[in-house]
Structures are given as C-alpha cells and as structure tokens.
C-alpha cells in the first residue's frame, strides 16, 4: 500500500478497508460493436467444444461470446480475458442470432478484406433494385445511411430517417431493406418498450419503426417519443421506472442512441423531424421494382452484411480520422443542421475517394458524392427552415411584430394580434389576446403595463431583429412597409448568408461563385466589385428565365427529333427516356445535364 492510498484509507468497523480511487479502475467496453485501446471490434457468438483437460470424454456445446478485433485476432468474452486486459462489460450481452456469418468471420480472421467501391455498388445496386425513389440521390442516401449503421457509434450524433408518403410507395418495403442489411436491425412492433430500450443499449440496434407501430397505450407513447426525442445524441440517457427484487420500483437509465427509421402516413410531430432526414415516397410507375419484393432467404443479403463487418473491422480508423480531424463547414448550414448531417458527410468524403458517380466522368472538375450530398442537404435544411418557419405560430407573431414595430415603445395585445391574424386566411379561433401574452413572454418580452382595459408591451425594433436572429427567420416586407431601394439594389431584412446576422441585406449575383446570395453591406464591402453583381430588376431577371426556358424547351424538341431522347407520361407525370443507356429521368434539365456525360466520355473515347 502506497503512502497516498494509506492516507486515503477507510476502515469499517468489522473490520473492512476501503480506499477510494479518483479514476476508473476498468474500462467500460460495450458488449456488441465499439473501439477500445486503438482496436475495433464486434462481437458475435461462436459454438464452441466443452470440456475439462482431467476428462476428455465428457464434452458439451455450448455458444461463446467473442470479440473479432480489427487485427485479425479473436478473444473469448469471459471473467480472465476481461481481468487480462482491465475491461468490463458496460452492459450485459444480449445473445442475437448471428447477423455475421460464421464462414465469413473465419475468412476475415485468415486475411478477407474487402474494397470501398465494391461495397458500396453492393448495397447501392440493392436500393436501386428494388426500390423507386423520387429522384436518384435519394439512393446515394439510403446507401449511406446503411453502411453508417455500422459506423454510428464514431460520431456524436446520428440522425433518423423519416420515410413520409401515400399508402402503396414503398415506405414497408425500404423499412424491409433495412431490416436485412443494417446493424443488429430490429422491428419495434410487437416488443416491450422494457426490452426495446435493453435491446437498444445492449446490441446498439437500429430500429425500424413502422405505420402499423400502435401507441394507444399512454405509457408506451410516452416512452417512445422519449426514446426518439433522446435517441439520436450519444451519451443522453433516458431514465424509466423499473420492478426490482420485492417489487421495488427504481428508475433506471438507459442508452437509447442508435439509428432509427421511422415510416407513416400522419407525419411526424415538429421537435421529432428536426432530428430526422425525410424521403417523401411517390407511388411507383416503374412495374418491374413496384412488383418485385426483397426474398428474405436471397443469400444476396447475408453477403453484403458479411462484407460490412469486415468494412468496418478495417475502415473505421480512416472514417474516424476524417470525423475528427477534417473540419465539414457548408455556409448555407447553421451548426445546429450540420451537426446532424455530418456523419453522412463524412462517409460521402471517405467515399468520394473510391466512388466516382456513374453519370459523370471521374475528373476534379466534376461533383463528387460528397458535392452531391453537401448539395442534397442544402437543399433539405432549406425546406426545414421554410417548413418550420410557416408552421409556427410564433414565427408569425414576429414577422407581425417587425411590420408594426417601428420605434422603442409600448404596443397593445391587441394591435398585435390584429397585425398578425391578417396573416391567416379566415378565422384563426385560437389566436386571442391571452395567446399572444403568454406568447410574448415566452420571447423574452417582459416589460408590460396595464392601459385602461387593455395590455400593453414596450418593444423595440433592435429587440425583434435580435430575436429573429436567434430563431433563424428571414424577415419579409409586408405590403405598405417601408424598404429600401435605389441604384445600389433593394435592401430587405433578412439573414445574411456571409455572417449569419440578421440585417438589411441585398441579393447579389457572384460571377467566380455563379450563385446568387443575400448579404448585408459590411459583408460585401469586402469583395472586389468586379466579382458581383446587385440585382435591380427583377422584372429582368424574370425575362431572362424565360429566355432560358424557351430555350430548353427548343434543345428538348431538337434531341427528340434526333431520337436521342423520348418521352412518356405515367399517372399525370412527364418523364424523359435517355434511347442510349435508358435512364429515366423527372425534368428536362436532368435529361439534358446527363446528355452531356454521353458526349464528354465519347469525346474522352
């Protein structure tokens, strides 16, 4: 016993010693997938041969747990190997059929490796085998999403998918898809919430939440939207009351983070979309994928997670590098949404380097899967932010107070809700002066004063802008508001897409970006004016989208006389037949960008 521990110890009175030690004495390793001491591994159950070296005849089977690690070794999962190497079982292991083949973790263990670009055809062809998707990134996505599964446990948070769309899209079938290649996937229907929150802690499961997932019971509502709410965010644990010995009730914490897809009809409720990427499905028009459903006995399935496994064992060191040390910042994303996409952007980037995009040639110049992505999540916070911003009530009431609010002063209840039901159609029976008092204080707004029958609250414009700011709102002129316009382009308050503050900005169009952004004036003071052009007359701008649109319209005729192209219509839809390849495509302007990649490998020939 050193000096330091003696000065520490404590003595019982019959007699016991206890010494308090200020660090774990063992670390805490996870029973199913994870990384310890520099070495990655998962665990699967090997049957193995029993028997005492005193007695060899008396032999028993029984299934072992092992850990298969990233260098090619295995390690029985018992009290020695755990003593050995200072570890101990963060939970206790849940005995899952094996999803990793025994074959396959053999050929692994004798040197199986497999190659990024093979792996991710295997599951792409899958998705594109079977499934429809309403435009063909959404196959890049899912293909992801899938291979993250086995990754998730790497990055801080992992988001939901939410699969929306009509009765007969095909939302039962993806969830079937990933049902049969995702890690340690699981159904959530017909399970306890008791063991789907064990389930999830002990074998990291992702879990397929279905329409037909019934919670008429209040008790298993309220843990389920606990579960999600918590679910996509490592370390959060969500606590529920457990029967212990005697009947004793106890709560109980548990890891719920894992992948989770969800699929209905109804939508999700707004706080659980903000975690989730959403697919919105249409039905079908293609017969061969509409009729064709995933056997689950097709070996197919079991050779693509067999190759997983082994993706994982030998890439996780180079998706975790990239992770942790290559900063992912996109402008037009607030942290908040980016921290969310970011494991798909990671494994997009380490992807990039093995998968070039079929539709294009493989040159620098060209998008790669991680630009396609980047792009696909642009383009997803937008409508989050846009759908958000006209589903909440509050965003309304401070677009009405920017519209009323012109100077540091008191403004009545009910000046404010007039401004702002004006901004509904009809009668809006809920909005009353007591909602928009509860309402203002929520926002911070405190200083208020009785004026005869009357609430009155002081606001000012610095307030309001500030608040707008914070939430992310892209503040509009209503008819009659004041704006500001001349030769240097129309000033609005809105974000500025350079600083992020909410300002007068003005839209500009960038030559060497080729993009049109709105910034406020400190920001453009800092370009060279050569490199942008304000926008005046929008009157113009409109003249020249129907020039160019003209203009494709007259390519589209051109190429279909040439028999280049044809087109067909399905179910009210106009779609564009490429006669070389036969890729199906929604608009003309897709029809024509994949044209060109014909002509740039004929040219590269």
Not at 371 to 379: E, F, H, N, S, T
């Amino acid at each position: 016993m050193s000096e330091e521990e003696f000065k520490d110890l404590i003595k019982t009175k019959n007699g016991v010693c206890i010494i308090p030690k200020f660090e774990e004495l063992e670390k805490e390793i996870h029973p199913a997938i994870d990384i310890v001491d520099d070495l990655a591994y998962v665990s699967v159950y090997i049957p193995c041969i029993i028997f005492n070296e005193k007695d060899v005849s008396k032999r028993k089977t029984k299934n072992q747990l092992f850990f298969i690690f990233s260098n090619r070794t295995k390690e029985i999962v018992n009290s020695e190997t755990l003593k050995k190497h200072n570890w101990k079982l963060k939970y206790a292991p849940i005995q899952f059929p094996n999803k990793w083949s025994l074959k396959s973790v053999e050929e692994y263990l004798n040197g199986k490796s497999v190659n990024p670009k093979e792996i991710y055809e295997e599951v792409k062809n899958v998705w594109d085998k079977y499934i429809e998707f309403p435009d063909g990134v959404y196959s890049h996505l899912a293909t992801l999403y899938t291979i993250g599964s086995y990754f998730f446990h790497i990055f801080n948070t992992y988001p939901y998918l939410y699969i929306g769309g009509v009765k007969g899209s095909g939302k039962t079938k993806i969830l079937t898809i990933f049902y049969l290649l995702c890690f340690n996937a699981i159904f959530s229907m017909n399970i306890s919430t008791s063991a789907l929150f064990r389930l999830i802690q002990s074998g990291r499961c992702c879990v397929l939440i279905d329409e037909s997932e019934e919670l008429s019971n209040p008790e298993r509502r309220t843990d389920f939207r606990s579960m999600l709410l918590s679910g996509y965010k490592k370390g959060i644990l969500v606590y529920r009351t457990e029967k212990k010995k005697k009947e004793q009730l106890v709560p109980e914490g548990f890891e719920v983070y894992s992948p989770k897809i969800l699929a209905n009809i109804r939508g999700l409720e707004l706080v659980l979309e903000d975690r989730c990427i959403t697919i919105i499905m249409k039905k079908g028009i293609i017969k061969e994928k509409i009729d064709l459903e995933p056997k689950i006995e097709d070996p197919i399935w079991q050779k693509i997670r067999d190759d997983l496994y082994i993706f994982f064992l030998t890439y996780w060191k180079k998706i975790k590098s990239i992770y942790e040390n290559e900063k992912i910042e996109i402008p037009e994303i607030h942290e908040r949404h980016l921290e969310l996409w970011k494991p798909i952007l990671v494994l997009a980037k380490f992807f990039s380097l093995y998968v070039p995009i079929h539709t294009l040639p493989a040159e620098p110049s060209q998008p790669s899967l991680y630009d396609i992505m980047k792009d696909l999540a642009i383009q997803k916070v937008k409508e989050k932010i846009t759908e958000n911003l006209t589903e909440s009530a509050e965003i309304v009431l401070i677009q009405a107070l920017f519209d009323l609010v012109k100077e540091d002063n008191y403004y009545k209840v009910s000046d404010i809700r007039k401004v702002m039901s004006e901004r509904y159609e009809g009668d809006q029976k809920w909005l009353s002066n007591e909602w928009i008092g509860r309402a203002l204080k929520r926002l911070g707004f405190s200083d208020k004063r009785r004026l005869g029958k009357g609430i009155e609250y002081k606001i000012s414009p610095e307030q309001v802008l500030d608040l707008a700011s914070r939430m992310g709102i892209e503040l509009e002129f209503s008819e009659g508001s004041e704006r500001t316009e001349g030769s240097e382009g129309i000033g609005i308050y809105g974000i500025c897409e350079f600083c992020g503050k909410t300002e007068e900005v003005k839209e500009v169009y960038f030559t060497k970006l080729n993009r049109k952004k709105f910034i406020c004036n400190k920001c453009l003071s800092e370009f060279p004016k050569d490199q942008y052009e304000i926008i005046i007359n929008k009157d113009k701008e409109k003249e020249d989208d129907t020039q160019v649109s003209n203009k494709i319209d007259e390519e589209i005729d051109r190429l279909i006389f040439e028999n280049k192209i044809k087109t067909i219509t399905s179910q009210g839809l106009k779609l564009f037949i490429c006669n070389k390849c036969n890729n199906m495509f929604f608009g003309k302007e897709d029809i024509l960008e994949h044209l060109k990649t014909h002509e740039r490998r004929e040219e590269n020939a």
